[in-house]
């Protein structure tokens, strides 16, 4: 059983360096789609991480009936309100025309159970024509969307839920039984496959990254929503270079599990998801440097 433990030195060789002279937009931009009537936290959970990961600027759309909730909660965001409840093929359209420029896109955190076809119109421009890698979560995750982007260098990110209701089969009880689903899936795929876990396993069907230094306290609702907005943000801050979105997800899951290790320090098995963005800097400021 072969694989990669997640470490520093595969933060180093993923974080990107910054200009002295970039300016607003240099340093990634990332669009993000989710959201729902219930479900209003996941894309402020995923918007906010993103940010947190040091993108300049975060688009993100949902429904106008949270719309306002977000902004008010994070005036640093972007927020396209979308007109319908679900994203609809119509909203999806609207949100494409207004889109600007971006360097990934994450889709679905928040989306309770609906159409595709909205889903389906997005990656498609964004992923297909404009040539950006997409994290998918949540019901975005399906075969439909798999097919579209196939080979694209995309991430998906199921818990052992998830990776149920998508392949039919439990993820495995040991690991080198997820280990072996995991990989063969993202094989099969051509995606990179993200397991989240205590014991989380990334693979693009060739290599094999184990994040294991996840704890008791992160059974919280939302950190699946961080994760999606640490990858998110290393996908747009790693586009134009040789970094492996196999490698930009293991960092992303190590980068979550460093931050929900230093909030359980302090408030144990009391944190919730804002406390783990809360940490992001303290984790990510020892890896910024210049050139």
């Known amino acids: 059983m072969s694989y990669t433990e997640t470490s520093d030195e595969l933060l180093r060789r993923v974080i990107q360096p910054r200009k002295i002279d970039s300016h607003k937009g240099d340093n990634g931009v990332v669009g993000i789609v989710g959201g729902s009537r219930i479900f209003h936290g996941a894309p402020y959970f995923t918007s906010v991480a993103a940010l947190r990961t ?15 909730s977000i902004r008010a909660l994070a005036p640093e965001l972007i927020v396209f309100p979308l007109a319908d409840e679900k994203l609809t093929r119509g909203a999806a359209g609207a949100f494409l025309k207004w889109l600007p420029e971006i360097d990934s896109l994450v889709l679905g955190p928040g989306f309770g ?35 579209l982007i196939k080979g694209k260098g995309c991430v998906a990110t199921p818990h052992p839920g998830e990776f149920k209701r998508i392949f039919k089969q439990e ?70 270079t040789e970094v492996k979105s196999v490698e930009i997800a293991a960092a992303a899951s190590y980068i ?21 963005i809360n940490e992001l800097p303290s984790v990510l400021k020892p890896f910024d440097r210049l050139i």
């Not at 040091?54 to 306002?68: C, E, F, M, Q, R």
């Open 54 to 68: 040091g993108v300049d600027l975060v688009y993100v759309a949902t429904p106008k009936s949270i719309a306002s």
């Open 256 to 276: 979550v599990e460093l931050a929900g290790l230093r909030a359980a320090q302090v408030k144990g098995f009391h944190m919730v998801s804002s406390d783990i």
């Open 113 to 147: 159970r609906q159409s595709l076809d909205g889903a389906k119109k997005i990656v498609s421009e964004v992923c297909l024509e404009r040539k950006v890698r997409v994290s998918l979560d949540a019901e975005a995750q399906n075969s439909e969307i798999f097919e």
């Open 171 to 240: 993820a495995g009880n040991k690991l080198e039984e997820k280990i072996n689903n995991v990989k063969e899936k993202a094989a099969r795929l051509g995606i990179t496959l993200v397991l989240k876990g205590y014991e989380t396993i990334v693979s693009d069907g060739d290599s094999v990254f184990l994040t294991k230094i996840g704890n008791a306290a992160m059974t919280c609702g939302g950190i699946g929503d961080i994760l999606s907005g640490i990858s998110g943000a290393l996908l747009a801050q790693c586009s134009g």
